[in-house]
């Protein structure tokens, strides 16, 4: 969407802050012996307290209120039986809707005690997402997302998950600009317009650059035993700094 008033920037921020808080609070109630179901059903609690709509359940009837990746899944992990362990790689991806506006997020930590590399993975991807926010305004061409993921990556020894993109969001879960390309694409003339609502996301890897559908038909995992974090805000556009809707 392309914001169009202040009515609309303070509904994304309010749907943005319900978002960040319901991955904060799912971050820290995550531990060591509980399924993955256990903690979805925190953070669809959450959503409903603050009368807010699991976007992927409403949209797409996803089976579940978030979703959550564990170490070679990556993206889209379907909540259910399975048991963290120590030292697992944790993804939470949260999207939702209120008042008609949609904000998603997500979120990679590894569970203690962890090997220190899973940690690092996950501050790069961190620092790469941030990187990429600070260096977008009005004017700017669409594809320095994917310079600047493609070039922080490699810089510190990553590869980034080719085939999973950056997105319009807003009025809709995903909407245009859609498939913002996390590598850089000479091809992609578009340019960023104050008002633009987009997410962040960039997939950083110690292995595979591309994900492959599981059998459930949602799961997207690495076709080897590499890991994946994957840190998303949604974003406004603006002649400046952007502003970050789902910042905690």
């Given at each position: 969407?392309t914001?169009?008033?202040?009515?609309d920037?303070e509904?994304l921020?309010k749907?943005?802050?319900?978002?960040?808080s319901?991955?904060?609070?799912?971050?820290?109630?995550a531990?060591?012996?509980?399924?993955?179901?256990?903690?979805d059903?925190?953070?669809?609690r959450?959503l409903?307290?603050?009368?807010a709509?699991?976007?992927?359940?409403?949209v797409?009837?996803?089976?579940?209120?978030?979703?959550i990746?564990?170490n070679?899944?990556v993206?889209?992990?379907?909540?259910?039986?399975?048991?963290?362990q120590?030292?697992?790689?944790?993804?939470?991806?949260?999207?939702?809707?209120?008042?008609?506006?949609?904000?998603?997020?997500?979120?990679?930590?590894?569970?203690?005690?962890?090997?220190p590399?899973l940690?690092?993975?996950?501050?790069?991807?961190?620092?790469?997402?941030?990187?990429?926010?600070?260096?977008?305004?009005?004017?700017?061409?669409?594809?320095?997302?994917?310079r600047?993921?493609e070039?922080?990556?490699?810089?510190s020894?990553?590869r980034?998950?080719?085939?999973?993109c950056?997105?319009?969001?807003?009025?809709?879960?995903?909407?245009?600009?859609?498939?913002?390309?996390p590598?850089?694409?000479?091809?992609?003339?578009?340019?960023?317009k104050e008002g633009?609502v987009?997410?962040v996301?960039p997939?950083?890897?110690?292995?595979a650059d591309?994900?492959?559908?599981?059998?459930?038909?949602?799961?997207l995992?690495v076709p080897?035993?590499?890991y994946?974090?994957?840190h998303?805000?949604?974003i406004?556009?603006?002649?400046?700094?952007?502003i970050?809707?789902t910042?905690?």
């Open positions: 969407m914001v169009g008033s202040r009515h920037i509904g921020q749907i943005g802050k319900i978002v960040a319901t991955i904060r609070e799912m971050k820290r109630q531990r060591v012996g509980m399924t993955t179901k256990e903690l059903e925190i953070g669809g959450l409903k307290r603050h009368g709509v699991p976007a992927p359940k409403a797409y009837r996803f089976p579940g209120n978030t979703c990746s564990v070679q899944e993206a889209h992990g379907i909540p259910g039986s399975r048991v963290l120590p030292g697992d790689l944790v993804n939470i991806d949260v999207s939702a809707e209120s008042g008609g506006y949609y904000a998603d997020a997500g979120h990679s930590f590894p569970l203690p005690p962890y090997h590399s940690l690092r993975l996950c501050d790069c991807a961190h620092d790469t997402m941030m990187k990429v926010i600070s260096s977008l305004r009005h004017g700017v061409p669409l594809n320095e997302i994917g600047i993921m070039s922080e990556a490699a810089k020894g990553y980034v998950i080719r085939n999973l950056s997105h319009g969001v807003g009025k809709a879960l995903h909407e245009a600009p859609k498939e913002i390309l590598v850089y694409d000479k091809h992609d003339k578009r340019v960023l633009m987009i997410t996301e997939f950083l890897s110690t292995g591309y994900v492959v559908q599981h059998a459930d038909g949602w799961t995992g080897d035993n590499s994946v974090a994957q998303e805000h949604t406004i556009i603006t002649k400046h700094r952007p970050i809707v910042a905690a």
